[in-house]
């Protein structure tokens, strides 16, 4: 199971940080993926990170801005959204796959419930 957490509504510039945080699934031997959904959009994937292979990865519309860790020892994963633009209001998901990362939904068989986030002044 995956819970995120931490979405709300902030200005353009500023920032926020989702948790992802995940029970019967470890992140020792998985790798979570970022996505999000705006109204009327495909879901799309922001990022992705394994610790267990070493990678980490972003779309190239969040680089930079963006930033997913994670703590094995607490088994959660975060994204840090900086820099924040209208253009990143959605829901943003979380989800899990054995080891390696992917921008392939269907690569991934756990999903969290969602959280929203909303830019706007």
């Known amino acids: 199971q995956l819970v995120e957490s931490g979405g709300g509504l902030v200005q353009p510039g500023g920032s926020l940080r989702l948790s992802c945080a995940a029970s019967?699934?470890?992140?020792?031997?998985?790798?979570i993926g970022w996505f999000r959904q705006a109204p009327g959009q495909e879901r799309e994937g922001v990022g992705c990170?394994?610790?267990?292979?070493?990678?980490?990865y972003y779309t190239e519309s969040v680089k930079g801005r963006f930033t997913i860790s994670s703590d094995n020892a607490k088994n959660t994963a975060y994204l840090q959204m900086d820099s924040l633009k209208p253009e990143d209001t959605a829901v943003y998901y979380c989800?899990?796959?054995?080891?390696?990362?992917?921008?392939?939904?269907?690569?991934?068989?756990?999903w969290g419930q969602g959280t929203q986030v909303t830019v706007s002044s």
């Open positions: 989800a899990a796959a054995p080891y390696y990362c992917s921008s392939f939904r269907n690569h991934y068989g756990h």
């Open positions: 019967g699934i470890t992140l020792d031997h998985s790798a």
């Open positions: 990170i394994s610790r267990s292979v070493g990678t980490t």
